[in-house]
């Protein structure tokens, strides 16, 4: 069994904020999301869209202060797409946010456009990465498909509130058990094809709900996804929480690897722990979870020391 997910990637926290409004990208480097995405998109007025994009490569260096991957969200329309794209593109920008993606031919003009940026900004080839969103019911039906379009593709999210536009249905308690079909199908998809599964049990919408929003997050991950967007910083903590493996799945994942490695060792692939039996399975399973674990210290040390190697030179 692979990890079924890109390795040394972490994004249980992605922070989107409108590109143009400076009280909000200034601190956003002292947040501690794992990515923050400068969005070009849904917070920007149509009007102001075109005169945003100019500054993007300005603020890109100001927000990766805290050592958080950058991203950014742009309009995925035909008038403003690829000039979103050109803004932004340069060597501090870890990946493009693609929302309303229905077709392959979307991706495969987007990673045209990125090879060419890269080749001629002498960046690392493939470095830009793409986060898609589904959001209509076209992109969802195609999604398998989409998926295995780009190896640039590292993360696929269902857009809620868009999706249940298109799709009419309610986003409702009463609704749940529709909207955990197209929610469970993201994380099958995500899985398969070695892309990480975000999103939340819920609607991101309702940030000043606390509660719910832990609640949403926590069922999130144990539905197999393993991170959601956020819209305002009070959010960071709770999904940095809730996507990462807790204290007592650490010690128990310790606990199963030492036991069938030791059966290994005599000769066997089974065992048993608290009086259930463990075989390979649960040790796979135990190694997943401590080198998420693993990842996460790491990460977290990188954004502290990024913070404060910031902050103590300022």
């Known amino acids: 069994m692979g990890i079924n997910y890109p390795d040394n ?24 999301a794992d990515a923050i995405v400068l969005d070009l998109e849904d917070s920007i007025p149509t009007l102001e869209k075109k005169s945003t994009r100019t500054n993007i490569k300005d603020i890109i260096p100001i927000v990766s202060r805290g050592g958080s991957d950058v991203l950014v969200r742009v309009n995925n329309t035909d ?23 229905e077709t392959i031919e979307q ?15 002498e960046i690392p080839l493939g470095q830009i990465k793409l986060g898609i969103t589904i959001e209509t019911t076209k992109g969802y039906l ?33 609704t749940e058990n529709g909207f955990l079909i197209p929610r469970m199908q993201v994380v099958l998809v995500a899985r398969a094809y070695n892309k990480l599964p975000l999103g939340l049990m819920g609607s991101i919408s309702n940030y000043n709900d606390l509660n719910d929003i832990k609640r949403n997050a926590t069922l999130a ?44 060792e005599q000769g066997s692939a089974t065992n048993t722990l608290d009086n259930k039996m463990i075989d390979y399975a649960h040790y796979e399973k135990a190694k997943k979870v401590l080198d998420r674990h693993n990842k996460i210290l790491k990460f977290e040390l990188k954004k502290k020391q990024a913070r404060e190697s910031w902050i103590g030179g300022s």
Do not use: W
């Not at 008038?79 to 993606?101: F, H, R």
């Not at 991706?107 to 900004?121: A, T």
């Not at 009070?234 to 007592?248: D, G, H, R, Y």
């Open 9 to 32: 990637l972490i994004r249980r926290s992605r922070l989107i904020i409108p590109a143009n409004k400076n009280r909000f990208f200034e601190k956003a480097y002292l947040r501690n």
């Open 142 to 174: 195609n999604m398998k498909e989409i998926a295995q379009s780009s190896e640039r593709i590292d993360s696929i999210t269902l857009g809620t509130e868009d999706f249940s536009v298109d799709s009419g249905i309610e986003i409702s308690t009463e």
């Open 79 to 101: 008038e403003l797409l690829q000039q979103d794209i050109e803004a932004s593109v340069c060597g501090e920008l870890m990946g493009i946010y693609l929302p309303k993606v």
């Open 221 to 264: 991950y144990k539905h197999g996804f393993l991170g959601a967007s956020c819209v305002h910083p009070k959010n960071v903590a709770i999904l940095n929480q809730s996507f990462s493996p807790t204290e007592e799945e650490v010690v128990f994942a310790e606990r199963v690897v030492e036991k069938i490695e030791m059966s290994l």
């Open 107 to 121: 991706v495969e003009n987007v990673e045209s456009l990125l090879n060419k940026l890269e080749k001629e900004r």
